[in-house]
Each structure stands twice: as C-alpha cells, then as structure tokens.
C-alpha cells in the first residue's frame, strides 16, 4: 500500500504558469512588431508606447516566474512536511502496536481502520470474514483501552499533536524554529 502519488502541478502554480505563458508570447510579439515598426517608419510615439508596454509585460513574466517559484517551493515544503507527518504516525503507530501487544493481524486490521476502511472492506483486504475483524477490531480497542474508532484515531493524533516535530525536520521543511 505504499503508493506515491503522483506529481501533479498545484492549480495556482499551473494558473500563474500558463498567464506567464501568455504574457511571455505577448512580449515577443510587442518587441517583434516594434523592431518592424522601428525597420519600416523610424522611432515614433507609437513606438515608443508600444515598447513601453512590452517592457510592463516583461516585468510582469519576470514577477511571474518568481510567484510561480515561489508557489513550487511551498508545495515542496508542504509536500515534505507531509512526508514528515506520515513518518511520524507510522513511528507512534508501531510503538503503540508493540506496547499494546496487538499481533500482526490486529495491527494490520487497526490500520485499515484508522484510515476509514468499513468492517466489510477490511474482511475483502484481508481474505477474512467480516465477523473476525470485528473481532480483532474488539480486541484492538479493548488493548488499546478505548471503544470506538474515532477514539483510537483520537490517541494517535493526540500524540502527533502534542509532540512537536524536533528543529532538524522544522528546518528541512523550511519551517522556523520556535523559542
């Protein structure tokens, strides 16, 4: 189940990329016609207005190649974080599996109920009847000293949250570190 998503542009940074396409395409033309209009009549008003302009569009792809560098460095960030997070509920999650004495069944049913799957389609996944995993499910709440789904969910996130990621990860992240 390990499954990388795959790499797909954040909508804002596709939008900024193709309005940076556009006005890169309209700089070319603006410059294109003005060094006719320059070959053909001379330097005149219009020129100069239209050069004018295409140096405004120049400056608005320059500023828009930086936004979108911008929004492609967050998304690396955020992308990381989440890597961070994930590795980190993977942590707590077998460190509360051993403490709690779950088998390898149990834990695995544990956690495809902690990421939302129905009693029925853990049965499916497992090649089990619906009946044992609920079961195992019975076992992994009454082990971990809880009675509901939500409130397992609940003692991993309250560990997630209360233990703050260490300064190393907040910086490799790009994050400030906290005093």
Known sequence: MNRRPPRVLEPRAGAVAGVVALQALAVTFFMLD????????????????????????????VLGLLQLRGLLAAGRRKTAALAIAAGALSEVFEARAREWGLTPAEADVAI????????????????????????????????????????????????????????????????????
């Open 34 to 61: 003005a060094a006719a209009d320059v070959a053909a009549d001379g330097l005149s008003l219009h020129v100069a207005v239209e050069t004018v302009a295409a140096l405004g569009l120049l400056a608005g792809v």
């Open 112 to 179: 495809f109920a902690l990421k939302g799957c129905e009693v029925a389609e853990i049965a499916e996944l497992r090649n089990a009847a619906p009946g044992t995993v609920r079961a195992q499910l019975t076992r992994v709440y009454q082990k971990a000293g809880v009675n509901s789904r939500g409130a397992l969910a609940s003692l991993f996130l309250d560990e997630l949250i209360i233990a703050p990621a260490p300064a190393a990860a907040r910086r490799r992240i790009g994050l400030a570190a906290e005093n």
